[in-house]
Structures are given as C-alpha cells and as structure tokens.
T-cell receptor, first 113, second 109 residues
C-alpha cells in the first residue's frame, strides 16, 4: 500500500512564526504535492515537485515555499504565518507509472492565532 | 483558466434510490479521478478514468468519462448510509490534478 505520512495532525502556531509541514512517502513516487483545503473551495494546489530539488508553483503559492532534498520527502514552509493560512493542508504523491493517481496523507489541520 | 465544476454541491439522498453527481471541466483531458472524503479524514481514491468512454464500477458506485463532452459522472445505485461523504472529481493535467469543490452527500433513511 502507498503510504503518505504527514508529520502532524494538528498544529497551533502564532502569527509571524515560521512553520514547517513535513511529508514523507514510501512508494518511490516522483511527484509530490501540497494542497490546502477550505470549506466550499475544494482543494487548491500550493506547490508541487516532479523530481528532487525541482519545484513549481501551483495556484496559490503566495506566502509559502517548499523544499525537496530527497525523493521521499517534501516540506511546506510558511515563512511568516498569518491567520488567513489557517486551513487543512494535504500532502499527496503520484507516479506516471500508475496513471498519476494521487495518494494523500492524513492531513494537517493548522490553526494560526 | 481551468475550471472543474461539480454539481450538485450538496445532495440529500434517500436510502434505496439512485443519484448522479456531475463533473464538468473546461479544458481537454483524458484523465479524470474520483475521490471520497469522510469527515475529518483525508481523501481516498475511488476511480481513475484514463480514456474516453471509460466506465468503472465498485459496489454501488459507477463512474464514467466522456472527454468530448468534458463530462464525468458518478452514479450511485440504491444509496445506503455508508455512502455519506464528500465526493471530489479531479482533472488531470501533466503531473497535476485540479479538483472540483466537492459534493457533500447525506443519505437519510
């Protein structure tokens, strides 16, 4: 089974803090993604990576950055957390060899106060 | 601008009856995905549709893809309570998936 693991289920951070969300997958997938999910808006793509050290902006990259130093790990960084970044964050991975079907982690619910 | 539109956004189903969720997308693609999300949980893959005319079935759920009409449907047969969840369709573009807003399904007795 594909396993995508996010480091935290729940996080509470203060405005202005630098926040790191970590994601690890164990299926050697080349593609990894960070989405945020908000009620009524579905999932919106923040950043994705199709190879180690490669990254591309998604639809809503402002206020975020990412790091992919190893194939299995993809980190999302909130440079200076703001209250409008309170959301559910979902990490996913996929491979061209399985039709780009995305497999999701359990999600991190981030609250910025 | 890519749009993925699902309708309805909310669906109250009566047990035993049949229903359909529609997913329209604005740009040509031959890859369409359906996911299920239970409250407080992550997304679980239901179907991967990779060609025009593709039809897949699992239990009471059946998904189909018409790339010419840019339409996918998720048909629910004889709804049961266990199917209460939010269902998302997603359109495939290169590496990425673009998601619809989701359809929240509630099945009542």
């Amino acid at each position: 089974d594909v396993k995508v693991t996010q480091s935290s289920r729940y996080l509470v951070k203060r405005t202005g803090e630098k926040v790191f969300l970590e994601c690890v997958q164990d299926m050697d997938h080349e593609n990894m993604f960070w989405y945020r999910q908000d009620p009524g808006l579905g999932l919106r793509l923040i950043y994705f990576s199709y190879d180690v050290k490669m990254k591309e902006k998604g639809d809503i990259p402002e206020g975020y950055s990412v790091s992919r130093e190893k194939k299995e790990r993809f980190s999302l960084i909130l440079e200076s957390a703001s209250t409008n970044q309170t959301s559910m964050y979902l990490c996913a991975s996929s491979s061209q060899f399985t039709g780009f079907e995305a497999f999701f982690g359990q999600g991190t619910r981030l609250t910025v106060v | 601008e890519l749009k993925v539109e699902q309708n309805p956004l909310f669906l109250s189903m009566q047990e035993g009856k049949n229903y359909t969720i529609y997913c329209n997308y604005s740009t040509t693609s031959d890859r369409l995905y359906w996911y299920r999300q239970d409250p407080g949980k992550s997304l679980e893959s239901l179907f991967v549709l990779l060609s025009n005319g593709a039809v897949k079935q699992e239990g009471r759920l059946m998904a189909s893809l018409d790339t010419k009409a840019r339409l996918s449907t998720l048909h629910i047969t004889a709804a049961v309570h266990d199917l209460s969840a939010t269902y998302f369709c997603a359109w495939g573009n290169d590496y990425k998936l673009s998601f619809g807003a989701g359809t929240t399904v509630t099945v009542r007795a």
